[in-house]
């Protein structure tokens, strides 16, 4: 079986802290995925990496950076945590980004800033 | 453009009952696949299948069962004899072509299964 495992699952994080969020895939797969999670928006793309050192931005990377220095291991790191990034945050992996690549999700990180 | 509905929002059964789960994609792409995924209250998206445009046949996993039917583009999900365990959000997604951003997701059914 596929495992995404995210490191936090429940953070609480002040205004202004910068916050990692860790998350490692157990089927050497290339693509690894950051999204959030909103009522009422459903998933919306952040980062992808296809590869190491490699990444591209999804639909909101504003406030978000990533690093990926292996290839099992895809970080969300949030520079200056604000209230508008409490989210749930789900990372993924994939094989490949045709469309028949199965995409495999974690257990997702609920993320509350005060 | 692409898109996928989930009209139901909220669906109770009791348990034991069967229940059926609606999705209606959109795509112009003559190849894609279709996807369901469970979150349950603890948060993971569980993958459950998927299934290729050229592959019309249902299929069956012990309680679950799926009906892809092109003319109609619909790809609904049936749970039978359902348990409490059960009970979490069931997302549709169609995926097609390549690049990061391809998945798109309905809105989602949360189905609740009252003992």
């Known amino acids: 079986d596929v495992k995404v495992t995210q490191s936090s699952r429940y953070l609480v994080k002040r205004t202004g802290e910068k916050v990692f969020l860790e998350c490692v895939q157990d089927?050497?797969?290339?693509?690894m995925f950051w999204y959030r999670q909103d009522p009422g928006l459903g998933l919306r793309l952040i980062y992808f990496?296809?590869?190491?050192?490699?990444?591209e931005k999804g639909d909101i990377p504003e406030g978000y950076s990533v690093s990926r220095e292996k290839k099992e291991r895809f970080s969300l790191i949030l520079e200056s945590a604000s209230t508008n990034q409490t989210s749930m945050y789900l990372c993924?992996?994939?094989?490949?980004?045709?469309?028949?690549?199965?995409?495999?999700f974690g257990e997702g990180s609920w993320l509350t800033v005060v | 453009a692409q898109k996928v509905t989930q009209a139901q929002t909220e669906i109770s059964v009791v348990e034991k009952e069967d229940v059926t789960l609606d999705c209606v994609y959109e795509t112009r792409d003559t190849t894609y696949y279709l996807f369901w995924y469970k979150q349950p209250p603890s948060g993971e998206l569980v993958f459950l299948i998927r299934r290729n445009s050229f592959d019309e046949q249902n299929e069956i996993s012990g309680r679950y069962s799926w009906n892809f039917q092109k003319s109609t583009s619909s790809f609904n999900f049936t749970i039978t004899a359902s348990q409490v365990v059960d009970s979490a959000v069931y997302f549709c997604?169609?995926?097609f072509g390549t690049g990061a951003n391809n998945l798109f997701f309905g809105t989602g059914t949360r189905l609740t299964v009252i003992p």
């Open positions: 990496s296809y590869d190491v050192k490699m990444k």
């Open positions: 089927m050497d797969h290339e693509n």
């Open positions: 997604a169609l995926r």
């Open positions: 993924a992996s994939s094989t490949g980004t045709t469309s028949g690549n199965t995409i495999y």
